[in-house]
C-alpha cells in the first residue's frame, strides 16, 4: 500500500534552514507528481510547493517563494523541502501527499522559535 514517510522537521531559530525529507512507496513514484503541505495549529492544511514528474516543474505558494525550493530523486523515490530564511510562521506540522492518493503520513513538526 501507498507509505509516506516524512523527516527532517526540528526547532530552528528565525532565518534559519531546514531540509525536509519524504520517502515514498506503494506506487511508482516517477510517474506521480509531489506536493508538500503544512498545518499549523488551529488552521487549515495549506499547500506549499508541488513537484511535476514532467521536466521537474514547480510550483510554490506565494508565502514560500523565493525561500523553499521542492526537488525529488526518481531513483530514492523521495521528495525534498529544503527551507530557507525560515520565518515563525512557518511553524507547522509539514506533510507530502503524492495527488490521487489518499494516504498522509505523520507529518514532520517544524517549529521556527528563537
Known amino acids: 500500500q501507498v507509505q509516506l514517510v516524512e523527516s527532517g522537521g526540528g526547532l530552528v531559530q528565525p532565518g534559519g534552514s531546514l531540509r525536509l525529507s519524504c520517502a515514498a512507496s506503494?506506487?511508482?513514484?516517477?510517474?506521480?507528481?509531489m506536493k508538500w503541505y503544512r498545518q499549523a495549529p488551529g488552521k487549515e492544511r495549506e499547500w506549499v510547493a508541488t513537484i511535476y514528474s514532467i521536466a521537474n516543474n514547480r510550483q510554490y505558494a506565494d508565502f514560500v517563494k523565493g525561500r523553499f525550493t521542492i526537488s525529488r530523486d526518481n531513483a530514492k523515490n523521495t521528495v525534498s523541502l529544503q527551507m530557507n530564511s525560515l520565518k515563525p510562521e512557518d511553524t507547522a506540522v509539514y506533510l507530502c501527499?503524492?495527488?490521487?492518493?489518499?494516504?498522509w503520513g505523520q507529518g514532520t513538526q517544524v517549529t521556527v522559535s528563537s
Open positions: 501527499n503524492a495527488p490521487g492518493f489518499g494516504t
Open positions: 506503494g506506487f511508482t513514484f516517477g510517474d506521480y507528481a
